[in-house]
């Protein structure tokens, strides 16, 4: 295929739904073959909410299974640490693998400049890309948080809420049920930091 | 103004008619008014490339007056270094300060993520933004050198070519004629080493 024709590569994004990843998909829409991909180790159905917005967005979606044995793995070292992002950390490099092997010319993220996890490096992020054959590339990470929330406020709809409430699909959502399976969910208000979570509900009709 | 209407954030970005800067006003035109800026000391008339290939885009454009001092302090530090790494990194700074003083929402540079230099830290981000109530965004600093040829090569038209040649408007073409000016021309080929610039001729259609 002629690389120099309009959006001949094709490209898939970690997508949870909320309004980072969301944010991605929008800046890379017009540059990429841009496929949604929502991960998930098939413990919960909240991926199925990333897949109703992704479509209502109008972009290609798939389903990314995930290895349960990264789950079990993940979520040892959070019950252990006590708190989260070690976990989440081994996930994310988890799912970006998985993502990396399947058949894009390009992989993605949302991950910001400020994010403190995940985290994807420079030196990591060469690794994916030697070890796969494929460009690694994280459109938010040269944006810092208030750059992000005021793009999001100009071009998305969005709602915002506690954590625990928020219907999105990134790891935590699925990490927490097992935790809570294991040691109860009042485990989990100590392990989890209460942060806001969104959801994007559209875009506004100006930006498409 | 209301801030939730389209396009309503003015974004300044650094504009040297290469690849790297026109991908980023690329990047960022669906979301901000963009006005593309080149920085010049005043000694050049590289400038009036930049400005003529911003115009040929259909981008708004204002030249950026840099502060002489800073070409001269530059200059001595290329020569005292006998590389031009420093020189170049301290006048990408004070354009960026420059750019901030100026009217803008946000300011945006073309550094990748693989560049040497000029670089912008976390850290210096930050400051920036704190010292100037801006956002500092860099769009292709979540891009790697493989991803931005895919992408230039998708979505640009471009000539390349050695950096004596190429007709383009970075700090290197005001810098390189003030140490001519003391040192000659001789003096030139073993501070700046070789490497290929680009200038973009044009859009491919597809894109706008």
Redesign the interface.
């Known amino acids: 295929m002629d ?7 094709r490209l898939g994004l970690l997508y949870s739904g909320g309004k980072d990843s969301t944010l991605a998909a ?2 890379l829409e ?2 990429y073959d841009v496929t949604l991909t929502t991960a998930t180790f098939g413990v919960t159905d909240d991926w199925t909410y990333a897949r109703d917005t992704a479509r209502s967005l109008g972009f290609t979606f798939e389903k990314l299974e995930l290895d349960p044995d990264v789950a079990t793995e993940a979520v040892e070292t959070i019950r252990t640490d006590g708190f989260p992002r070690n976990g989440i950390q081994r996930v994310h490099q988890h799912a970006l693998e998985r993502l990396a092997g399947m058949d894009f ?2 992989i993605a993220d949302g991950t910001r ?2 994010d403190r996890v995940p985290t994807v490096s ?1 030196a990591q ?2 690794s994916l ?1 030697d070890r796969y054959d494929v ?10 948080r ?2 992000v929330d ?2 999001v ?3 998305l709809d969005v709602t915002v809420g506690p954590s625990e409430e928020i219907t999105r699909a990134d790891y935590e959502a699925e990490l927490r049920a097992l935790i809570a399976e294991r040691d109860g969910e009042a485990a989990l208000g100590s392990i989890f930091p209460a942060h806001e979570q969104t959801h994007v509900t559209g875009v ?1 009709d ?2 498409r």
């Open positions: 690389e120099s024709t309009p959006r001949s590569l929008l800046l017009d540059f010319d390009a400049r400020d420079r992020a060469q890309e460009d690694y590339i994280a459109p938010l990470s040269g944006f810092g208030q750059a005021r793009l406020e100009s071009t506004q100006w930006n």
